[in-house]
């Protein structure tokens, strides 16, 4: 029988000369078995391999154990205390339920049970792969060293594949399910596959330099939402992101320099994590309404192409009277009134997620007023980098109206602090 854990062995002399053990463990394989070509005859051995000592260190169990240590069993730590030699083997980072298992047959072992009812294993040394601490960090920044004939080891948390030239994701890392951290910066991927939704523990995603022109939705709507905090997709030749990708509300630091970006998401103030963007370098008008929700602590929008706002040119989309599509949506919004697919058409459900909100706080759809402010950025963020060369941090962003009578009220309150 073998158990994979950690294993530190304490000398209960070593008090007596002043001294004191290491405090932590190193990965070890034990085992509960005989020796090798003893097949009758011969007691029954506890033996632990390291990396540094593969071959092993044997142990008698038979009457020789003093005490089991089993409080915190449940959270795969142990303690063995052997007689002879006077040692204490504290075990930890074991899976409770084979830890368990594993003291069962040591206890048995130890009450001289007849062997042939023992699940014992031979005692042999342990193999490297045994032994070695799981690898959770790979770099790689060359095409030479990209492994193309073995697999990349799965208890991986950390992977970079920088400078590959690689024009798709490798099907093999979507395997990697304990993967924390993916960076593929400074390659040629032109697309993502849905797949990598299927990292369930993806925390960072860094894509720098890459040929993206565009982030799927349905990126957006997988377990990326309840674990993606850090975004980069800049450097790209993405022109805008999908509704849906507000849905990633775990998100902290997104990056979206130097893509072709016309337009933010819609709904970016849904994103109440977020607090560090930045989208330099792009073709962006003027922000979204939503802007206005974000609470940041530094933005970069230097290098946009800002359109100087006039409050007084508005769009009008307004349709008087309302239709009585707009009037139920409106009502369906403010009333919060609960809709779903199972209730309506899916692309009515699609309108009413991207409802506009009026300055009065009523919501709009289809009918609507729409001008262009200008917004001091300290306003959402705490540090702001300069808009533009001439030391500015005002924006344009979006204001929607309801009605004739929302807008004019807005216009006499800009003619007034205007004189």
Known sequence: MRLQCEVEVVSRLLPTCGLRGRGRGTR?????GRPPGRTRGGGVYLMV???RDRVGVRYKVQENIERFFTRFVEEGKATVRLREPAVDVCLSKANASNLKNFLSA????HQGTDIGALPLSTLVPAKNSEVEKPKTKMIITSRRDYPLTKNFPYSLEHLQTSYC?????DMRVLCLKKLRKLDLSHNHIKQLPATIGDLICLQELNLHDNHLESFSGALCNSTLQKSLQFLDLSQNKIKALPIQFCQLRELVNLKLDDNELIRLPFKIGQLDHLRFLSAARNQLPFLPSDFRKLCLENL?????PFEQPNPLVPNIQLKIPLTLLECAARATVNYRIPYGCHLLPSHLCEDLEVAKTCQCGRACLSSFIQITVTMNLHHVAHTVVLVDNMGGTEAPIISYFCSLDCYSQFLDRY?????
Not at 106 to 109: E, K, M, N, T
Not at 165 to 169: C, D, E, F, G, T
Request: charged share 15%; proline share 0%.
């Open 300 to 304: 970069d929008l230097f290098g946009n």
């Open 165 to 169: 030239k690689l024009a798709r994701i």
């Open 415 to 419: 003619l007034q602090s205007n004189g």
């Open 106 to 109: 040591v206890r048995l072992a």
């Open 28 to 32: 070890a394989l034990l085992s509960l």
């Open 49 to 51: 391999c390291t990396a």
